[in-house]
């Protein structure tokens, strides 16, 4: 089931507004409600006013029907990178982003998938490394003269958001503003400056 589930993470969805799937909108509310271990087809499908056969048809089981749930409540990745002129502040701004998205699906859904699915990585299911903002937000800074390309590697430049995703997993709490800006100013600046 893994291989099959893996290559159908990236499965089609209506567009956002549409209410052709309302299971969709329906199965991370239910999820952060019941928790996870207690979302069934049966509870998703009472509330969405459709039958389990009609659900099994398109998501062959509970955690595709979350997956496909989570990359649709997900805001694409923003097209604009922060450029405030300030890497701690562009920084900060991606983190919080981040900080909101895990906060939309809820940490313990997000557990409870990890459970469930142990030969995936998170970071593959819900897209936390698709993009290449850190990137561009470091290479901007290199430019600046704000750090130094050489102490730049990829590890150090995933580590602010694996920081957030790591203390959202272990805590069960959005990440505070407090806990983000010491991830920034006592961790990750200090290993590139």
Do not use: C
């Not at 893996?6 to 019941?34: C, D, M, Q």
């Not at 030969?119 to 290199?142: D, H, K, W, Y």
């Amino acid at each position: 089931m893994k291989n099959k589930l893996k290559a159908n993470i990236h499965i089609f969805l209506p567009p956002k507004r549409s209410s052709a799937h309302p299971e969709i909108g329906i199965t991370i509310p239910r999820a952060i409600k019941v928790g996870f271990p207690s979302l069934t087809i049966e509870g998703v499908a009472a509330r969405a006013q459709t039958s389990k056969p009609v659900i099994y048809r398109r998501w062959p089981n509970r955690e595709e029907l979350v997956l496909a749930a989570i990359q649709r409540i997900l805001p694409a990745p923003p097209n604009e990178v922060p450029n405030t002129g300030d890497l701690r502040s562009d920084v900060i701004i991606v983190l919080n982003r981040l900080n909101e998205m895990l906060r939309q699906i809820g940490p313990e859904t997000i557990n409870g998938l990890m459970s469930v699915l142990t030969g995936i990585p998170l970071s593959e299911l819900i897209s936390f490394r698709r993009t290449s903002t850190m990137q561009t937000i470091l290479n901007r800074a290199v430019e600046r003269g704000e750090v130094r390309r050489e102490k730049i590697t990829l590890r150090i430049s995933r580590l602010p958001v694996d920081l957030v995703r790591h203390e959202v997993l272990i805590t069960y709490e959005p990440v505070s503003q407090d806990t983000i800006a010491e991830i920034v100013d006592e961790i990750f600046l200090p290993l590139i400056r």
